[in-house]
């Protein structure tokens, strides 16, 4: 075995990393799945049920209501996402890599939001669109459209729309320095001889920029993806546990709070006694979601790469 | 010289010895978990009685934080790391319940804690399967209708004193441009406390009935269902109250907008120190009869971790909050309305929250009381009827209907 390794020293470099990632990641992930398979709420005896938890979560007509309706609501997001914050992100990035005047500034600013936490983040658009508090409000008031100040940020029918805007606001300059990290590694003489071939400035993106970063669009819709799936901050904080009005702001991570840790509250009432059973089935279907498409990307990837 | 010197060590190390049998003990640390979500109601009431604590037991000293939340206790007891102490709802939830049945608190049998001074409901409140498990509450806390007493004189409106006047009073409000009753529609419990203080004087029969596990009219609870949509349809919550939360509705009702404010009493040390002279008065029905909501307080009722290392200096302190000095300290500062008899009220806003006829029943554990793993109308209640019913969406009777099929899927009825 000694003699193997010596022959592979490499092996020694990647050891330390893949024990972290066994304990941190790996072990976590089969835990989840085990307790998955209890009737237990974290405290007292774990009950084996088998996969009744899953044939639960599956059959129940309020659960599975719940979880379509965030399901949807995170399939939004991604759906926004791609359709219209990538375009914005790919025209910001290409902008920067012409280098327009300001260029620098501009990347500057649009990527300082990812410095600010969530809350703050939710308290800065909470001084803009506040129902008693927002300045939108008073600078309707001030031109004499009083009758159409709103309480912007909860209105249920947009809910899920305001945690896409804060999102992607908070977000967007990332996306684009991905963005602009793919265009440097362009070469910039099929850039130059397209110039010359007369092909101005949103043509040069279309044929040329747009069919030599598809990589990395195809890595960022994945991104977005998980991003999608596993957001939970903004809706929180803006919906609470229940996930807002109708759970108009409800998403996929937010449906696994909820069952794992949301059955107490102000007045107390009943625990809920399958909470961390129910709450791991949860997880482990919201993992898998996420594995396998991010399996099928990972094809796509190397399958283009051979 | 070697002998004077052999007795001088001995004479020092006689001394040591004796001032040794003479040291004080050691010095016990306990660690609490207040209650972190009402750390601004609490802080100087607890800043004052742990004070108060430590100088009366100089060999214990508090380390209080303010870290107890359903979700760190949840944790503590997972990873088992509960501190010595920790704030707990009593049988306000299933909670303490499960975790006196599991051996994570303390029985507090053999401590002999003095509950002459208490009520049957509060001692109920501390007392899983016939054992004590937590201190005894000494208040009572209950959802009730602050009012703006400026904006009533200057209308000429008067503290209504039954459901009539109540409804003319909302009506007078309205016309003259007035919010009648902020209230916030976004959180699950901003939304529930009108229901809350509505229920018990406008459907307390089909509440008994529905406690009672037997056959159910549900035809006065349809009926305050429809008022809860008709008084959203009218705007008698406030403009676009679904998407404001309490701040939202609390900021209403300082600046003036509104006229009155469903809240707790627990908030009522918050309307005494507005710049207007703010009054308040229970829920009352037709005949004039006057509801507050059975609801014991849990600021004071604190359970004892099971492997705490110090379990005779943990009761020490739970004790010490079931003094009439600590409830005095607390009275003072928050000025709830005490179920104790020998405490001072402290103002006249206090003496007002105790004016009330009949404590009625609270309709999220009466729905609690009938719920089980497969049918949770509680939940039911507070998350698809009440946002349905102000957003229009459904009738009282569809509301019923509602709430009904998921009680029918509960074992416990």
């Known amino acids: 075995m000694i003699q193997r390794l010596r022959k592979k020293p490499y092996v020694w470099f990647l050891l330390p990393g893949f024990i972290l990632y066994t304990i941190f990641i790996i072990y976590p992930i089969f835990a989840a799945g085990q307790l998955s398979l209890y009737h237990w709420n974290g405290i007292g005896d774990k009950v084996f049920v088998g996969f009744q938890n899953y044939v639960d979560l599956f059959t129940n007509k309020d659960l599975m209501s719940q979880m379509m309706n965030a399901l949807k609501n995170s399939i939004t997001i991604f759906v926004l996402t791609v359709c219209i914050a990538m375009p914005v992100q790919i025209t910001m990035a290409y902008t920067i890599y012409s280098k327009a005047r300001g260029g620098n500034y501009f990347q500057v600013a649009v990527f300082s939001p990812q410095f600010i936490s969530t809350p703050v983040i939710v308290f800065i658009f909470t001084l803009i669109f506040d129902g008693n508090i927002g300045i939108v409000n008073k600078l309707l008031e001030m031109a004499g459209l009083g009758a159409f100040t709103r309480s912007w940020l909860g209105i249920p029918q947009y809910g899920i729309y305001i945690v896409w805007a804060m999102i992607t606001w908070a977000g967007i300059g990332v996306g684009m320095m991905y963005f602009i990290g793919a265009m440097k590694m362009i070469e910039r003489d099929s850039l130059e001889s397209a110039y010359m071939e007369g092909a101005g400035f949103w043509k040069r993106l279309w044929y040329i920029i747009l069919p030599q970063i598809k990589m990395t669009i195809l890595n960022l819709v994945l991104v977005s993806y998980i991003v999608s799936m596993t957001i939970f901050d903004y809706s929180y904080i803006l919906g609470g546990t229940s996930g807002g009005i109708n759970r108009n702001v409800d998403v996929m991570s937010l449906f696994f709070y909820r069952m794992a840790f949301g059955d107490t509250n102000p007045l107390g009432g009943n625990i809920s006694a399958n909470s961390m059973g129910m709450g791991t089935t949860v997880a482990c279907v919201l993992f898998l979601m996420i594995f396998v498409i991010a399996l099928i990307q990972l094809l796509l990837v190397y399958r283009k790469e051979d | ?413």
């Open chain 2, 1 to 413: 010289m070697k002998k004077v010197f052999c007795l001088v060590i001995s004479v020092t190390m006689m001394l040591a010895m004796l001032t040794g049998c003479g040291a004080k003990k050691d010095t016990v640390t306990l660690t609490i978990w207040g209650d972190a979500d009402n750390q601004a109601i609490l802080e100087q009431a607890f800043t004052e009685i742990n004070e108060a604590f430590e100088k009366e037991h100089p060999d214990i000293k508090l380390d209080y934080q303010y870290s107890g939340t359903f979700d760190t206790i949840n944790v503590a007891v997972q990873s088992d790391s509960l501190p010595d102490l920790f704030w707990v709802q009593g049988n306000k939830s299933t909670k303490m319940a499960e975790l006196a049945r599991n051996g994570y608190i303390l029985n507090l049998d053999s401590y002999d804690m003095d509950s002459t001074r208490y009520s049957q409901a509060a001692i109920d409140y501390a007392t899983v399967d016939g054992s004590v498990y937590c201190s005894y509450p000494a208040f009572l806390d209950y959802a009730t209708i602050y009012y703006n007493k400026e904006i009533f004189d200057a209308l000429q409106i008067s503290k209504p004193s039954d459901f009539g006047e109540l409804v003319a009073a909302v009506e007078t409000l309205a016309q003259n441009g007035y919010t009648p009753i902020a209230l916030g529609g976004k959180g699950d419990f901003d939304r529930y406390w009108l229901i809350q203080v509505m229920a018990p004087a406008l459907c307390a029969d089909t509440m008994e009935q529905i406690s009672g596990h037997g056959d159910v009219d549900f035809t006065s609870m349809e009926k305050m269902f429809d008022t809860y949509r008709e008084w959203a349809e009218k705007g008698y919550m406030g403009k676009d109250f679904t998407s404001i939360d309490a701040v939202g509705a609390q900021l209403a009702f300082t600046n003036g907008e509104a006229g009155m404010i469903v809240d707790g009493t627990w908030n009522n040390q918050m309307y005494r120190e507005l710049n207007f002279e703010v009054g308040s008065f229970a829920f009352p029905d037709e005949n004039g009869t006057r509801y507050a909501q059975s609801g014991e307080s849990n600021y004071t009722t604190y359970a004892v971790a099971a492997k705490t290392e110090h379990p005779e200096e943990a009761v020490e302190y739970l004790r010490f909050l079931n003094s009439q000095q600590a409830e005095q300290i607390m009275e003072n500062y928050v000025g709830s309305i005490p179920s104790v008899k020998d405490l001072n009220i402290r103002d006249d806003s206090v003496k007002e929250h105790s004016e009330f006829d009949v404590v009625g029943a609270n309709i999220y554990h009466v729905l609690s009381g009938v719920a089980d793993e497969t049918g949770k109308p509680q939940d039911v209640f507070l998350g698809e009827v009440l946002p349905k019913l102000m957003m229009s969406e459904i009738t009282g009777k569809e509301a019923v209907a509602m709430i009904e099929e998921e009680m029918n899927k509960s074992s416990v009825r």
